[in-house]
């Protein structure tokens, strides 16, 4: 797991040869930048408006999700959010994992850090997150999601 500003993503550029493009991306948005999915070559995800941020979803806790043909890259545009961290080896699966939508729930104490305007944090697929936690400062958050392939 990386957590880093937009403007130092220079130096994890060579960590994957996708991450270039994806860091050029996420540096042409704008909190006026419209919400809605795209992809571009190796590059997709999308662009979330802003909405309230929580820790929980259909009323029962978040948990940690991880996966394991893609490697996340969450950016907030505007607001922030709290995001889960953690090592997903170190949690329970809560369920078996879905091979068509790529991903794994787990179970644990949810450790937090806080993404401000600017902010980046990637997952690899040993890094478990949980993304829109609840901020206690900021109740709403524009954010992007990047996903590349392993």
Do not use: W
């Not at 957590?3 to 996708?18: A, F, G, P, W």
């Not at 940690?64 to 893609?70: D, G, L, V």
């Amino acid at each position: 797991m990386i957590i880093d500003k937009l403007k130092y993503s220079e130096k994890y550029e060579s960590v994957h040869k996708d991450f270039k493009a994806a860091f050029d991306f996420l540096k042409t948005l704008t909190p006026d930048t419209p919400a809605g999915e795209f992809n571009d070559g190796n590059i997709r995800g999308f662009i979330g408006g802003m909405g309230p941020t929580s820790d929980e979803i259909e009323g029962k806790p978040k948990k940690y999700e991880a996966h394991r043909k893609a490697i996340d890259i969450h950016f907030v545009i505007d607001g922030a959010e709290d995001i889960g961290v953690g090592i997903i080896d170190n949690y329970p699966a809560t369920c078996e994992y879905n091979e068509e939508g790529d991903y794994q729930f787990f179970g644990g104490h949810i450790n937090r850090v806080e993404l401000k305007p600017g902010d980046f944090l990637i997952a690899f697929p040993e890094d478990g997150h949980v993304p829109a936690m609840q901020n206690a400062d900021v109740k709403q958050v524009k954010r992007a999601i990047v996903k590349i392939d392993v």
